[in-house]
């Protein structure tokens, strides 16, 4: 018995037809989920447990420079924390 006859003889024991049908309505059900009901817009919660000073300047020094991201925290009178969560 070669391949095609073996698919042959499957194809007569099972309706790939029905087969066909019912695994396309399966996947438009999850299609149709997946597309308007699961939630596409996932939302993060943390709470803040302490907030500690990275930075604390007491005194003024003018050639002292403090630079986060491209921002100079002393002249800009910000603070610099370090928050854990």
């Known amino acids: 018995m070669n391949i095609a006859e073996a698919l042959h003889k499957a194809e007569r024991r099972f309706p790939?037809?029905?087969?066909?049908?019912i695994l396309a309505i399966i996947l438009a059900?999850?299609?149709a989920y997946d597309r308007f009901i699961a939630d596409k817009h996932p939302q993060l919660y943390f709470?803040?447990?302490?907030?500690?000073?990275v930075l604390d300047i007491k005194e003024n020094l003018p050639k002292l420079n403090i630079f986060f991201d491209n921002i100079d925290i002393r002249q800009q009178n910000l603070s610099l924390r370090n928050l854990l969560h």
């Open 16 to 21: 790939t037809g029905l087969l066909g049908f």
């Open 29 to 31: 059900i999850f299609w």
């Open 47 to 53: 709470d803040i447990q302490t907030s500690t000073s």
